[in-house]
């Protein structure tokens, strides 16, 4: 151990010096010193780990020992840590060289520690996980005073949770599964709890003592009868301790063996049904049941937040989850890749900002990278869903239809719609009529609808395809079930409302003129189905409201966080892009769980904007102004929250803030608005308008009374941070951003407005 590394009660060696042979001696425990440098202090505060939770937790980390492989693993698990730094290296995502995590590491029971904290937050979430540790301190017969608080062992969880989130330790978890029926929410007939739901905390410490003495070579074998929280056991054992695994179902078919007889396997794990089973333990035998949930509710009132965590890999997801759609659709492969191919024309010509894009609202509509639309997205779907890559002849199809025209992708989708409808054997799809005034039904008892499958799928492709994956995350079973659930009640408030699915919730696209107003693209609107999908957990409509403008966050081990981070931009299609690792936010020593935007700042007084002479061809030139930019970041009273702004400094010694989340909501919803077939465009109909040379203040031009409309043009080059100065200073206006179309296409929008409006290019 170096010098400035953690030192407790030894010299040096590879475990603290009050664990000996496995054993923790409390009297050396607790006459031990920590010796560690001022930096490594600092990290613990920065963790919000107190020096004696983490001696506490090298102790629980002494109870146990990884075999070789699950050594390996954890070896692999910790060089693959990575992370990235934003705008001016002020904020670091994912796991950086100076975080929490090397300091345990550092020794073999913090390797331990770190595991046993990593794994459980993987499957359970950290809540569960504190809970957990705090159970096992008890089940060791350590002393009472020096166990720390629950809200210690959260905090310990939490700067372990997400290192193995890229590894396959989900992966054995999903295998040891089996059939994912176990999942489902059903509620159990005794109980009245949902069958799929995490055990009591109790009983899963419980059955991990039980495998801590198995490593210790204490115990022979354990036999683990439960719910799907036997996955977890299986898993860690397997994964972890090199042990040999037998899994059963209720049938007694196997579903899992590394050991050629079941009867000399060190785990023997037997899914039952909780109807059958005590929620107590077996002390006359080496048998542990995984009891109900119930008394985790005090975490939550929310069941499905105590949902069991599996990952599954994105090479087999969508048969693993929907098998039987998937199959029926594969076989039905022109059916569905006329669908996916004409959604993408779709998409494509509202992205391209199309003349004809029917009545589909360009407003609501901010799907601007490459890869959500058009022949991107075709591509997209090979690559997101590789099972689906390997259909004979996919490609081809979805290729042709993506080509159509507009009109026609229109027709065919409806046609594809109307073909899975006939086709689909499942309870949404039969009489609809009949079913027109029916209340919505639960969204997770339908799993078999080709056509809720194929529009989930549809979902999945444009939300996967805007992220920038910095690693190989799998997504969690729970998130691809709810995000399929998203869409059945979409497709099910259509039935009710208009006899059939119609193309626009097929897409979930908005139309013009129904009223109907989409939710404002904010931060926390954007990243809720990402956040869903690697976590499990789909934000509320209410915590969407309250994290509005909240930038990045760090969730169960799962760092997510906007591009504007990296920096300013005014382009739709990179601020669109969302970053996903594993780890959490970072500034120097310090870890965070999230960032936010800066309240509203004073509206600066800048001078007064000079217009150019009106006319009818907007001159070329672009303007030069001098601003400087740099980024602000502050921390929020009560620690664990960062707010993270930029600020552009002009030669007038004046600051304007710009809002990272705020800008980004601005340029998704004004980019996309005029309509223009950009590089073939042979417009040549330019309207009278007026060029900002100088100044910012525009309030003095933009009269309404009794003036006709005129365009005002704010002229910078392409991604220039005057732009997005501009866009700041718009707030409250009406403005157009241009991306890309042709200036007479620009003016001509303007135009036709009834007010004044500013087009920013």
Same mark, same amino acid.
């Given at each position: 151990?170096? =010098?400035?590394? /953690?030192?407790?009660?030894?010299?040096?060696?590879?475990?603290?010096?009050?664990?000996?042979?496995?054993?923790?001696?409390?009297?050396?425990?607790?006459?031990?010193?920590? =010796?560690?440098?001022? *930096?490594?202090?600092?990290?613990?505060?920065?963790?919000?780990?107190?020096?004696?939770?983490?001696?506490?937790?090298?102790?629980?980390?002494?109870?146990?020992?990884?075999?070789?492989?699950?050594?390996?693993?954890?070896?692999?698990?910790l060089k693959s840590l990575s992370g990235v730094f934003g705008y001016d290296k002020l904020l670091y995502y994912g796991f950086g060289y100076r975080s929490f995590?090397?300091?345990?590491?550092?020794?073999?029971?913090?390797?331990? /520690?770190?595991?046993?904290?990593?794994?459980?937050?993987?499957?359970?979430?950290?809540?569960?996980?504190?809970?957990?540790?705090?159970? /096992?301190?008890?089940?060791?017969?350590?002393?009472?005073?020096?166990?720390?608080?629950?809200?210690?062992?959260?905090?310990?969880?939490?700067?372990?949770?997400g290192v193995v989130a890229a590894t396959t330790f989900g992966q054995v978890g999903d295998i040891m599964l089996g059939d994912i029926r176990k999942l489902i929410p059903g509620k159990s007939i005794v109980t009245g709890l949902p069958m799929g739901a995490i055990s009591n905390a109790d009983d899963i410490a419980k059955a991990l003592h039980g495998l801590f003495q198995i490593s210790r070579n204490s115990l022979e074998y354990i036999e683990v009868v439960g719910g799907a929280n036997c996955t977890f056991i299986g898993a860690f054992a397997h994964w972890l301790l090199d042990l040999?695994?037998?899994?059963?179902?209720?049938?007694?078919?196997?579903?899992?063996?590394?050991? *050629?007889?079941?009867?000399?396997? %060190?785990?023997?794990?037997?899914?039952?049904?909780?109807?059958?089973v005590s929620t107590e333990l077996h002390i006359a035998s080496t048998t542990y049941v995984l009891g109900n949930h119930s008394e985790m509710l005090v975490h939550t009132p929310w069941e499905e937040d105590l949902s069991l965590l599996i990952r599954t890999p994105w090479d087999c997801c969508l048969e693993r989850v929907f098998w039987n759609s998937i199959r029926r659709l594969k076989r039905v492969s022109r059916i569905l890749g006329e669908f996916l191919g004409s959604a993408a024309r779709i998409f494509a010509a509202l992205a391209g900002g199309e003349a004809d894009v029917g009545e589909f609202s360009r407003a609501d509509f901010a799907e601007f990278v490459y890869g959500t639309y058009g022949h991107g997205f075709v591509k997209s779907v090979g690559n997101v869903f590789p099972e689906?890559?390997?259909?004979?002849?996919?490609?081809?199809?979805?290729?042709?239809?993506?080509?159509?025209?507009?009109?026609?992708?229109?027709? =065919?989708? %409806?046609? =594809?719609?109307?073909?899975?409808?006939?086709?689909?054997?499942c309870d949404i799809c039969k009489d609809l009529a009949s079913r027109r005034n029916t209340d919505t039904r639960?969204?997770?008892?339908?799993?078999?609808?080709? /056509?809720?499958?194929?529009?989930?799928?549809? $979902?999945?492709?444009?939300?996967?395809?805007?992220?920038?994956?910095?690693?190989?995350?799998?997504?969690?079973?729970?998130?691809?079930?709810?995000?399929?659930?998203?869409?059945?009640?979409?497709?099910?408030?259509s039935c009710r409302t208009n006899g059939s699915p119609t193309i626009p919730d097929a897409l979930g696209l908005l139309l013009n003129p129904d009223g109907l107003t989409g939710y404002p693209l904010t931060p926390a609107y954007l990243m809720a189905d990402v956040q869903c999908l690697f976590t499990g957990h789909r934000p509320t409509q209410d915590e969407i409201h309250r994290n509005n403008y909240r930038t990045a966050f760090s969730y169960n081990g799962i760092c997510c966080y906007l591009e504007v981070l990296h920096g300013l931009s005014s382009n739709a299609a990179v601020l669109r892009r969302i970053h996903v690792l594993p780890g959490r936010i970072q500034r120097g020593d310090r870890?965070?769980?999230?960032?936010?935007?800066?309240?509203?700042?004073?509206?600066?007084?800048?001078?007064?904007?000079?217009?150019?002479?009106?006319?009818?061809?907007? $001159?070329s030139e672009l303007r030069d102004d001098s601003i400087d930019i740099k980024a602000l970041v502050t921390e929020v009273s009560g620690g664990g929250q960062l707010i993270f702004y930029y600020q552009a400094l002009f030669q007038e010694a004046r600051v304007v803030r710009i809002r990272p989340g705020m800008l980004t909501q601005r340029v998704l919803e004004h980019s996309g608005l005029i309509v223009c077939d950009k590089l073939t465009c042979n417009r040549d109909l330019i309207f009278p308008c007026q060029v900002i040379r100088e100044g910012w203040d525009v309030g003095d031009h933009r009269t309404t009374s009794g003036q006709p409309s005129e365009c005002l043009i704010w002229p910078?080059?392409?991604?220039?941070?005057?732009r997005c100065v501009a866009i700041e200073m718009s707030q409250g206006k009406a403005f157009y951003i241009r991306q890309g179309e042709c200036l007479p296409c620009c003016t001509k929008a303007a135009s036709a407005s009834s007010y004044p409006m500013i087009m920013i290019i």
């Open positions: 151990m170096s =010098s400035t590394a /953690l030192q407790i009660g030894n010299d040096g060696d590879a475990n603290p010096g009050f664990v000996q042979q496995g054993q923790v001696d409390w009297v050396s425990f607790g006459n031990s010193t920590i =010796s560690a440098s001022i *930096s490594v202090m600092q990290r613990f505060s920065a963790a919000g780990v107190q020096p004696v939770t983490v001696a506490g937790g090298l102790a629980l980390g002494s109870r146990f020992e990884l075999g070789k492989k699950g050594a390996q693993n954890m070896d692999v698990a995590v090397n300091i345990l590491t550092e020794t073999k029971v913090g390797v331990n /520690l770190v595991a046993l904290c990593a794994c459980l937050v993987e499957m359970h979430g950290v809540p569960v996980a504190a809970d957990v540790l705090a159970a /096992l301190w008890k089940l060791e017969a350590f002393p009472q005073k020096f166990e720390p608080a629950v809200s210690q062992f959260n905090a310990l969880a939490t700067a372990c949770a040999t695994v037998h899994v059963e179902d209720e049938e007694g078919t196997t579903i899992h063996q590394n050991s *050629s007889n079941p009867e000399t396997a %060190q785990v023997r794990i037997r899914y039952q049904s909780l109807d059958r689906l890559g390997r259909v004979d002849g996919l490609d081809a199809i979805m290729l042709d239809a993506s080509n159509a025209s507009f009109k026609q992708a229109l027709s =065919s989708l %409806q046609m =594809s719609i109307d073909s899975l409808v006939r086709l689909c054997e639960d969204a997770t008892k339908d799993k078999d609808c080709i /056509l809720v499958t194929t529009v989930a799928i549809t $979902s999945l492709v444009r939300l996967v395809a805007g992220m920038k994956r910095h690693c190989t995350i799998n997504p969690t079973i729970a998130g691809l079930q709810h995000l399929y659930g998203q869409c059945l009640q979409r497709i099910e408030v870890e965070y769980t999230m960032v936010w935007d800066s309240p509203p700042g004073s509206q600066p007084q800048l001078p007064k904007a000079t217009l150019g002479v009106k006319t009818v061809t907007p $001159s910078f080059r392409e991604d220039d941070v005057g």
